[in-house]
């Protein structure tokens, strides 16, 4: 997850990758099993909350139905990518949103399995507007390159990792219920209080 043009796509050759302003992930997209270390993998993409041909309700709506359908499907998520732009020399507005929403879907257990992909790490790690909240609850910053070596790194790392389910699978699948709509829609760039992620059709 992350913003668009932060290299969510180029983590995968069997994805697309979007060398403009335009964002080429218009839904959740998987791709083929592959085997790292002799662990199959499947890399799952997303959206960016500043989509330029969706919004922000619209992405959390696809993101919502993915994850229901795979955790009642009996899948967890081994680990989680955040994709911090470099050009956004300054966490500010939009990419904090980003960040904040992406921590109230995972929820505060899940962060563990995070690793936070940007090459500015240290600046931002130390910030605590910024990912220091995160990285204290066990989240892990890494550098990402947009090459393949780098990109197996990272998922290495995570393949160590317990899978586990995210807060908005728990509350939504285990605890038959609705997911409050300001826990995560209000920390959305362009928020929309009528959102609820379950009512777009499954």
Not at 45 to 53: A, K, S
Not at 71 to 81: A, D, E, F, M, P
Not at 112 to 127: D, F, G, Q, T, Y
Not at 159 to 180: C, F, G, S, T, W
Request: proline fraction near 4%.
């Amino acid at each position: 997850m992350g913003a668009t043009g932060g290299g969510k796509t180029t983590v995968s050759s069997s994805l697309k990758t979007s060398d403009g302003l335009r964002s080429c992930t218009e839904t959740v997209a998987a791709t083929d099993p592959f085997l790292i270390d002799g662990r199959k993998v499947v890399l799952v993409d997303t959206p960016g909350f500043d989509d330029t041909t969706k919004t922000d309700s619209d992405v959390l709506k696809l993101i919502a139905q993915f994850l229901t359908s795979s955790y009642q499907s009996g899948h967890k998520l081994t680990g989680l990518l955040f994709f911090h732009r470099i050009s956004d020399f300054r966490m500010g507005g939009i990419s904090l949103k980003n960040f904040r929403t992406f921590r109230s879907l995972c929820g505060e257990q899940t962060l563990r399995n995070v690793v936070i992909a940007e090459e500015r790490e240290r600046e931002l790690s130390i910030k605590d507007d910024f990912f220091k909240p995160a990285l204290d609850k066990g989240a892990q910053m890494m550098r990402h390159y947009n090459t393949p070596e780098s990109a197996q790194k990272i998922v290495r790392h995570l393949l160590k990792n317990n899978p586990m389910a995210l807060q908005i699978q728990r509350e939504i699948v285990d605890e038959h219920r609705d997911v409050p709509v300001c826990s995560i829609v209000s920390t959305l760039p362009r928020y929309c209080p009528h959102l609820h992620p379950m009512n777009a059709a499954l």
